[in-house]
């Protein structure tokens, strides 16, 4: 059966072009999906019917999981056996019409202009790895790229002098995205500056650097991140998702059109970026609570 999952696999990465993390996603939810089933003597695909698949799902509630990882783990596994029905190799779909639990939309926790002022100002400025983290966040926070997107820029992508970059999101899909003058500053320091006395003897294409001279990993840019959240005394609980998600409630707050935002943050369904309008809402409910005196 994990022959079947390994196809499916492959298929996402070829045909359809996913990124490693959600290909990853993918192959985690399945086999755990399949271990259950194996567990359950169930030996084919063929095998497996709607109620073990609601048997599979209460599993993962008894133990614990969250609405959103259920819902994760449904849509995983819809995906596959619509495959196996493509490919030939099962007659139905039994997961067809298995019900998503209702996930509560969690709103993003987000950065206030103070914070991030504050984060932009930590690095050292003295020192290239401090141009470095400088130039990283800057672009963050100026176009709202996903850490994925933001490592995997290479010098090629920037255009700085008419302050755009090009970088290619989920699905391959290309997304030009302006850049704003503190941006194109802080990255042009580390590049004639900071970037040549990191890459040492070795040639890369990558933009950003590790302290080896090679392409900054998600892992190294986390590590980071922690580093400059407590030197700059925030006290959040920073993701390097933050960013982003300041960068979108910001321009939001400031009257910046919701389709424009859309389209820089890459979403395929403007139903995913509404979600920071009403992140805009209860932060300004939050404001008014502290500072009206009727409130």
Not at 43 to 48: E, H, I, L, N
Not at 53 to 69: C, P, V
Not at 265 to 280: K, W
Request: glycine residues 6%.
């Amino acid at each position: 059966m994990k022959d079947q999952i390994n196809d499916f696999i492959h298929y996402l990465v070829v045909e359809r072009g996913l990124s490693d993390n959600t290909v990853k996603s993918y192959r985690r939810d399945l086999l755990q999906y399949v271990n259950y089933l194996q567990n359950s003597y169930v030996k084919a695909w063929t095998d497996v019917n709607r109620d073990q698949i609601s048997y599979y799902l209460l599993h993962l509630k008894d133990a614990g999981r969250a609405s959103s990882t259920v819902a994760r783990q449904i849509a995983s596994i819809r995906a596959f056996h619509q495959f196996l029905l493509r490919e030939g190799i099962a007659g139905h779909d039994p997961s067809h019409h298995v019900g998503v639990p209702k996930t509560e939309r969690k709103l993003p926790k987000v950065l206030s202009m103070k914070e991030v002022e504050s984060l932009l100002d930590t690095p050292n400025l003295m020192r290239p790895i401090g141009e470095r983290d400088k130039a990283m966040l800057e672009v963050l926070y100026a176009t709202g790229l996903r850490v994925t997107e933001l490592i995997e820029l290479n010098l090629d992508d920037l255009h700085l002098t008419m302050g755009f970059l090009r970088c290619i999101g989920k699905g391959n899909k290309e997304r030009i995205i302006p850049l704003g003058r503190q941006a194109i500053q802080a990255v042009r320091t580390y590049i004639e500056n900071g970037r040549p006395r990191m890459l040492k003897t070795s040639h890369t294409d990558a933009l950003f650097l590790n302290h080896h001279g090679r392409r900054m990993s998600r892992q190294g840019f986390w590590k980071v991140l922690r580093g400059l959240t407590r030197d700059a005394g925030i006290t959040k609980a920073l993701t390097p998702h933050t960013l982003r998600h300041s960068f979108a409630t910001h321009l939001l707050e400031n009257g910046a059109d919701l389709r424009a935002v859309q389209e820089m943050l890459g979403h395929a369904d403007i139903s995913t970026t509404q979600i920071y309008t009403h992140v805009s809402k209860h932060r300004l409910k939050d404001i008014y609570a502290n500072y009206h005196p009727r409130a």
